[in-house]
């Protein structure tokens, strides 16, 4: 499993559909300050499911994920990214090469996901990802200020996150969802 590419459109600083590939080996994304580096990987943590503002840096509103426009351009109505995964290892239970994971937002407040053009629910994609090391909860990405909260957290925190990195997350998951029926 590895990311292929990343489609972005009307998210943070880029209003229009910018589509990066993301070749295998290392990438390594370069640019003056505020030219948008880390708007990239908010994206990939965004269309993963993150539902924390604060974790986005958008002031603690999910509405800032939206371009919020310039001098000289109008703010947008909606965010959207998709992220294209190669999964021919099939390390996500879906039967397909290529995952494309979707995600978009509007202004009122309404979002939408999707699997391969498929309309699912964030619980979908939370479930999807358990385990796989790349989901909202995983430790793939890993943000300004992370590494300072693992080494400061309380031990019940850290404790959650060896069970994430271990696998055990999803077990626990499974098992909170099965009492609440
Ligand atoms: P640094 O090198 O300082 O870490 P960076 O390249 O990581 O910078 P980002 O934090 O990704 O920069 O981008 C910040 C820029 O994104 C700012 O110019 C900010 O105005 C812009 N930005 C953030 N949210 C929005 C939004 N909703 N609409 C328009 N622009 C936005
Ligand atoms: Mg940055």
């Known amino acids: 499993m590895f990311l ?5 459109h009307g998210f943070k600083s880029f209003p229009d559909r910018t589509k990066i590939t993301i070749e295998r080996g290392i990438t390594a994304v370069v640019g003056p300050n505020g030219s948008g580096k880390s708007n990239i990987s908010d994206a990939i943590r965004w269309v993963l499911g993150e539902t924390s503002a604060k974790q986005l840096r958008g002031g603690g509103k999910m509405e ?15 965010a959207s990214v998709n992220l294209y ?5 099939r390390r996500i ?4 090469d290529e ?3 979707g995600r978009k937002y509007y202004r009122s407040g309404d979002s939408e996901y999707s699997v391969n053009g498929q309309n699912v629910r964030l619980k979908d994609i939370y479930e999807m990802f358990l385990d796989t090391g790349l989901g909202r909860d995983g430790y793939s990405i ?8 693992i080494v400061g957290a309380k031990s019940n925190e850290r404790r959650e996150i060896f069970e994430e990195a271990s696998g055990i997350a999803k077990y626990r998951y499974r098992k909170n969802e099965a009492e609440r029926r």
């Not at 239970?93 to 397909?96: A, L, W």
């Open 4 to 8: 292929k590419a990343l489609e972005i």
């Open 64 to 78: 800032n994920v939206i371009f919020g426009g310039t001098q000289s351009r109008n703010a947008m109505g909606f």
């Open 85 to 89: 995964i190669d999964n021919t290892d």
């Open 93 to 96: 239970d879906v039967d397909s």
């Open 99 to 101: 995952v494309v994971i």
């Open 142 to 149: 890993i943000g300004q200020g992370r590494i300072a909260v």
